[in-house]
T-cell receptor, first 115, second 113 residues
Framework: GAGVSQSPSNKVTEKGKDVELRCDPI?????LYWYRQSLGQGLEFLIY????????KSGLPSDRFSAERTGGSVSTLTIQRTQQEDSAVYLC?????????????FGEGSRLTVL | KNQVEQSPQSLIILEGKNCTLQ??????????LRWYKQDTGRGPVSLTI?????NTKSNGRYTATLDADTKQSSLHITASQLSDSASYIC????????????FGKGTTLSVSS
């Protein structure tokens, strides 16, 4: 596609339910990032995929959070047993090169609300 | 500790006026500094990326400056338009191995008519 695509754009769920958020990066981009943005806060790094290398999971806040990237393209962020503090906008970004040098292209985000 | 501080937190200006947003950082080692514009409900969009050797970079009415010695950057917006209303985020990249992109909390700019 022309840009980074995320789905769903909005998700409302009940506390304790599992949710899956999807990111389809720009074709050919080897780097993929997940960030979380809470109201009034800066972007919080969650996880980073680069090619076939082991992902950098250092930003995941708890073991309820996990992410996969299949075939070096689409990524899914899974939050198990959601809590109210998980409510935020989850942003995905992709880059042609390593994020330290390459420009990041962001999706529109998935807004998660946990009731 | 690697940090990026932005000021002011929010700003209101009249259409047609200029404004300057500030970014101070303590990130080391430094790789590059980026400014992003994030419209409400949208993802951030890159405005500029500057490396250590670059002092200034322009993108239309947006001009970013970088002083690597004092670890300060500014984003100057000329002849503001209503569409400039957004959050402006400063991001500093480190040369550390891995994914060290440190985000500021942003400056929320409101341009009124």
């Amino acid at each position: 596609g022309a840009g980074v695509s995320q789905s769903p754009s909005n998700k409302v769920t009940e506390k304790g339910k599992d949710v899956e958020l999807r990111c389809d990066p720009i074709s050919g981009h080897t780097a993929l990032y997940w960030y979380r943005q809470s109201l009034g806060q800066g972007l919080e790094f969650l996880i980073y995929f680069q090619g076939n290398s082991a992902p950098d999971k250092s930003g995941l806040p708890s073991d309820r959070f996990s992410a996969e990237r299949t075939g070096g393209s689409v990524s899914t962020l899974t939050i198990q047993r959601t809590q109210q503090e998980d409510s935020a906008v989850y942003l995905c970004a992709s880059s042609y090169a390593s994020g330290r040098a390459g420009e990041l292209f962001f999706g529109e985000g998935s807004r998660l609300t946990v009731l | 500790k690697n940090q990026v501080e932005q000021s002011p937190q929010s700003l209101i200006i009249l259409e047609g006026k200029n404004c300057t947003l500030q970014c101070n950082y303590t990130v080391s080692p430094f790789s590059n500094l980026r400014w992003y514009k994030q419209d409400t409900g949208r993802g951030p969009v890159s405005l500029t990326i500057m490396t250590f050797s670059e002092n200034t970079k322009s993108n239309g009415r947006y001009t970013a400056t970088l002083d690597a010695d004092t670890k300060q950057s500014s984003l100057h917006i000329t002849a503001s338009q209503l569409s400039d209303s957004a959050s402006y985020i400063c991001v500093v990249s480190s040369n550390q191995a891995g994914t060290a992109l440190i985000f500021g909390k942003g400056t929320t700019l409101s341009v009124s008519s």
